[in-house]
């Protein structure tokens, strides 16, 4: 079920309402009661694509993915001499 975002006429009270999508829009301000109530065009939430089998990560340009890769923290020894350290004492 989607969130709606509302904002009251009348007051300019705004506020959020998780419902479902065939329920109707709703007219009454919670703040001031009256009927001016009035559901906002928002962007909602996002999709991410993570993973292999999604276009927009499977047929990525070549520059893209040489980007990336250089992007990615390389395997430092930083975590292995801590745990070396440890197995010291």
Do not use: N
Not at 30 to 41: D, E, I, V
Not at 71 to 77: E, L, R
Request: glycine share 12%; with cysteine; aromatic share 8%.
């Amino acid at each position: 079920m989607p969130t709606y975002e509302y904002e009251c006429g009348d007051c300019g009270h705004g506020w959020e309402l998780f419902q479902q999508i065939t329920a109707g829009p709703v007219r009454k301000c919670p703040k001031c009661k009256k009927p001016k109530a009035r559901r906002l065009l928002s962007s909602g939430g996002g999709i991410i694509f993570k993973g292999s089998g999604f276009h927009t990560t499977d047929y990525r340009s070549s520059t893209y993915k040489k980007a990336a890769a250089a992007d990615k923290p390389s395997g430092d020894s930083k975590p292995k001499e801590a745990s070396k350290e440890a197995s010291k004492s």
